[in-house]
Nanobody, 124 residues
């Protein structure tokens, strides 16, 4: 049973930065597709970005491209979401998700495992 563990959310002022972590994939993270999603109140869950294998296989949504970076630490088997230049509209619950069969997928239904979510609040 895979139970993804997220950490790193919090409250930050606009323009600030946060880093989210996701671990406990049950296998080496290199072979797992990891997606970051977010859901704001009253809105549908949306893709933030996803990574598979190496840095050649990374996707970012247009809303975060250039501000957010996904990376992997193979030694610690952890995936990070570095969020810079945060905006109030980035406020949401952020989820990491894992897909065992690889590939880059932006739809939530393609993921097998989900973290518990972590709140990110950006004040103006």
């Amino acid at each position: 049973q895979v139970e993804l563990l997220e950490s790193g959310g919090g409250l930050v002022q606009a323009g600030g930065s946060l880093r989210l972590s996701c671990a406990n994939f049950g296998r080496t993270v290199y072979h797992v597709t990891v997606g970051w999603f977010r859901q704001a109140p009253g809105k549908e869950r949306e893709i933030v970005g996803t990574i598979w294998q190496n840095s050649d296989y990374i996707f970012y949504s247009d809303s975060v491209k250039g501000r957010f970076t996904i990376s992997r630490d193979i030694f610690n088997n952890t995936v990070y979401l570095q969020m810079n230049s945060l905006l109030p509209e980035d406020t949401a619950v952020y989820y990491c998700a894992a897909r065992s069969n690889g590939g880059l997928y932006s739809d939530a239904s393609s993921y097998d495992y989900w973290g518990q979510g972590t709140q990110v609040t950006v004040s103006s």
